[in-house]
């Protein structure tokens, strides 16, 4: 089992960075592909990054392509999400996610950590 505390939420402008990182525990961690998911304010909650166990492997969605990096540390047990060029519309509450594979599934990752506010404001 996984267990899953994000940390680094908060309140950004328009254009600015920021980054939000996902502790996991278990020494399995590195068994796992990790995932942000986001859901802003009325919608459903969808895919935003996937990482795979060894790292050699990512996805992104089309809305943050090209401005948001995952990366994973399996010494540390760590993986973040680095965001550039932050918009609006990037709102959400940011969802860390492991499972047994890379997906950008919400039902292929078993584990869910309690969520981070990311605010972007115009």
């Known amino acids: 089992q996984v267990q899953l505390v994000e940390s680094g939420g908060g309140l950004v402008q328009a254009g600015g960075s920021l980054s939000v990182s996902c502790a996991g525990s278990?020494?399995?961690?590195?068994?796992?592909?990790m995932a942000w998911f986001r859901q802003a304010p009325g919608k459903e909650r969808e895919f935003a990054a996937a990482?795979?166990?060894?790292?050699?492997?990512?996805s992104y969605a089309d809305s943050v392509k090209g401005r948001f990096t995952i990366s994973r540390d399996n010494a540390k047990s760590t993986v973040n999400l680095h965001m550039n060029s932050l918009k609006p519309e990037d709102t959400a509450v940011y969802y860390c996610?492991?499972?047994?594979?890379?997906?950008?599934?919400?039902?292929?990752?078993?584990?869910w950590g309690q969520g981070t506010q990311v605010t972007v404001s115009s």
């Open positions: 990482i795979s166990g060894s790292g050699a492997a990512r």
């Open positions: 996610a492991a499972g047994p594979l890379m997906s950008r599934a919400q039902h292929e990752y078993y584990y």
């Open positions: 278990g020494r399995t961690f590195r068994n796992y592909g």
